[in-house]
């Protein structure tokens, strides 16, 4: 992804934002990719999306519990790195095929390491400011929940990556210094319908910005009814996207926001329903809610499933993988050469997140929540740009 920021007079003839960039995404390609073939094994769910990728690539017909976007996606990568002249020394017939670790693990990798950037868009079209980019670009990179999921054949990495740039272009259709801001409202539709197509949870990010406008709306239709306070603020000169949420009625709304994410998700089915046409679109999405509705949680279900909250506090985040050597030594990597002689040697893989980042982006939300409330209760807000 290419962004484009304003020039801005300086001093110094040193890009060092693109420098700052640059190595952000150098360090986030290393982490994701340094030893990607470990473990030689089908980790977490794996068990579900490489074989349901490959099962794409072999034309075998199966059951998916969630639409297919993110198992093409897979399936891609499987593909293409099943070509390369590299990456094929570590293989498994684990998926259905005599497949290398590293060509259904490559693409989550390459993708993962993308999301830095996309997050740096947003925070910059938030705040305008470069360094605030940078640091947002940083978290993203070094974020250990965001890291175990690039580095396994899993499906969450797409979904954030199609969220993340459904709202990037949203922010864009507002900026009025923006170009055509029709067609970037259109992508955002589309990468909103993308990102459900991975999993049901994308729909969140689009639930997220219906929420927004509508409150926008609400505010609006206050101050103009109601009249203007005396104690409201004066506009800043720094021209903010959000200021100008009221530019969308409800037709923009409909159209861009809900019939083309619904599109998108609907086509997406397409290439599934030609391998397997029963059974259909509309049952299959009843098949998939009644799956998840019966699926239930909690440990006597999955050995390794934790509550959510328990992430935040680090009570119990996910294990994605633990074995000792000593116990089931043909469950680890045969190829590390740890793992041959070795009785007390423990392989583990946990989706933990930054404590730093977790901890103050919560404290900041509360806060920014309690700014919020106090602006509304003293009749202070956004001053829309009339349309």
């Known amino acids: 992804m290419v962004m484009i920021l304003p020039k801005k007079p300086s001093d110094s003839s040193i890009p060092w934002f693109s420098i700052g960039i640059t190595a952000i995404v150098l360090l986030s390609l290393a982490l994701r990719f340094w030893g990607l073939g ?45 070509h390369l002249p590299f990456g094929q020394d570590t293989v498994n017939e684990l998926t259905g095929s005599l497949r290398s670790t590293w060509s259904y693990r490559w693409l989550n990798a390459l993708t993962g390491s993308l999301i830095p950037m996309v997050v740096a868009a947003l925070a910059y079209q938030l705040n305008r400011r470069r360094s605030y980019a940078l640091i947002a670009a940083l978290f993203a990179a070094t974020d250990g929940l965001f890291l175990v999921e690039s580095r396994y054949a899993l499906n969450n990495i797409y979904l954030v990556i199609l969220g993340l740039l459904g709202q990037l ?131 006597d279900v999955h050995p390794y499933c934790s509550r959510w909250y328990s992430w935040l506090l680090m009570w119990r985040p996910v294990a994605y993988f633990y074995q000792t050597a000593s116990h089931t030594p043909e469950a680890v990597s045969t190829d590390s050469p740890l793992s041959a002689g070795g009785s007390n040697l423990i392989y583990d893989v946990h989706a933990m997140g930054n404590p730093f980042l977790w901890w103050l982006s919560t404290t900041a939300i509360l806060l920014l929540l309690l700014l919020l409330t106090q602006r509304i209760i003293e009749g202070v807000g956004w001053k829309s740009i009339p349309t």
């Open 38 to 82: 470990r473990f030689n094994r089908l980790v977490f769910d794996e068990v579900y999306y490489a074989i349901f990728a490959n099962n794409y690539l072999t034309g075998t017909s199966f059951f998916n519990p969630h639409p297919p976007l993110s198992q093409y996606i897979i399936a891609i990568g499987i593909w293409i790195g099943s």
């Open 169 to 299: 272009f949203f922010l864009l259709a507002l900026n009025r210094h923006g170009a055509k801001p029709w067609l970037m409202l259109i992508l955002s539709g589309v990468f909103f319908g993308a990102s459900a197509a991975i999993k049901w949870n994308g729909l969140w990010f689009l639930l997220g910005i219906y929420i927004v406008w509508a409150v926008a709306w609400v505010w609006q239709l206050f101050r103009t009814y109601f009249g203007e306070t005396t104690r409201t603020r004066p506009i800043p000169s720094l021209s903010h996207p959000l200021q100008h949420l009221t530019q969308l009625n409800v037709g923009h709304i409909l159209l861009n926001l809900v019939i083309l994410p619904a599109l998108t998700y609907s086509l997406v089915w397409i290439p599934h329903l030609l391998m397997n046409p029963t059974p259909g679109f509309w049952e299959s999405q009843v098949k998939i809610l009644t799956f998840h509705q019966n699926v239930g949680s909690g440990t």
